[in-house]
């Protein structure tokens, strides 16, 4: 069959199905080749991939540097230097949807303020106050001076007593430790004790020979008032005297 054309040119079907040379002024090809459309293969489907290299994503390269789309490593993560500061949780607005402060509904900082809503009313069923808890208050004396002491009664050593300002409910304990002597042999005819306020505590005999000796004693009390706190020596009668020296008083107030 043949087809009369306007300028009377004669066209078969086959010239006028046949092939065209380009298409918007592009040829055609069976594999990719660049500026021309690729046909696709048996299977309807393009011949070639189509995943290549892109030049950029969202106008970014591929790069672990500064403003670019950061590159996997060999363990398929991210380097941890390359993840951005709002990744790494340093500048994060939200966690959770829960913003980080001290605040009733927000993430707790752990920087030494009292964070609203997360203190304990009670422990078990008991208050703060009801707990025990208490403080211990120090007090220091101490002497190198050599005492003497030519009595046959119990008198203070000199230099070396505490002052204690005390409350009833208060625990108060004394520890003295002391070179002590006395000036005549003798097994046991010198004697030491602790005192605090007008409560002794156990006498401890020394002999002759010079040694160190530690004394001690403690006290609750039941009044208000402040109490004097200091070692005590005496010489059993028919002794010399007895002596003491170095020595250390440590008090401790409990309350």
Not at 104 to 125: E, I, K, P, R
Not at 131 to 156: E, K, N, R, W
Not at 193 to 214: C, F, P
Request: charged share 15%; proline share 4%.
């Amino acid at each position: 069959m043949k087809i009369l054309t306007p300028n009377n040119r004669i066209k078969t079907w086959s010239d006028i199905l046949g092939d065209a040379d380009t298409v918007d002024g592009l040829h055609a090809s069976a594999t990719a080749t660049a500026n021309k459309l690729l046909a696709l293969d048996a299977n309807a489907k393009l011949p070639a991939s189509i995943t290549g290299d892109a030049d950029t994503v969202d106008g970014k390269h591929a790069s672990n540097t500064a403003n670019n789309v950061p590159v996997l490593d060999a363990s398929a993560l991210l380097p941890l230097a390359q993840i951005p500061d709002t990744l790494t949780g340093k500048s994060a607005d939200q966690v959770d949807g829960y913003h980080a402060g001290n605040s009733s509904g927000q993430v707790a900082v752990n920087n030494g303020t009292v964070n609203t809503n997360l203190n304990a009313d009670m422990v078990d069923g008991k208050h703060a106050s009801e707990l025990g808890g208490m403080t211990v208050t120090f007090y220091t004396a101490s002497s190198t001076t050599c005492h003497i002491a030519p009595q046959t009664y119990f008198t203070d050593i000199p230099d070396v007593s505490c002052s204690v300002p005390v409350q009833p409910g208060d625990t108060v304990v004394a520890i003295c430790q002391m070179t002590a002597w006395g000036s005549q042999t003798s097994t046991s005819g010198y004697q030491y004790r602790m005192a605090i306020g007008s409560s002794t505590g156990q006498i401890l005999d020394k002999g002759y020979w010079r040694e160190g000796i530690v004394l001690m004693h403690s006290l609750t009390v039941e009044t208000s008032g402040t109490l004097s706190v200091r070692p005590q020596f005496q010489a059993i009668s028919g002794w010399s005297s007895s002596e003491s020296q170095n020595e250390f008083l440590l008090v401790l107030r409990f309350r």
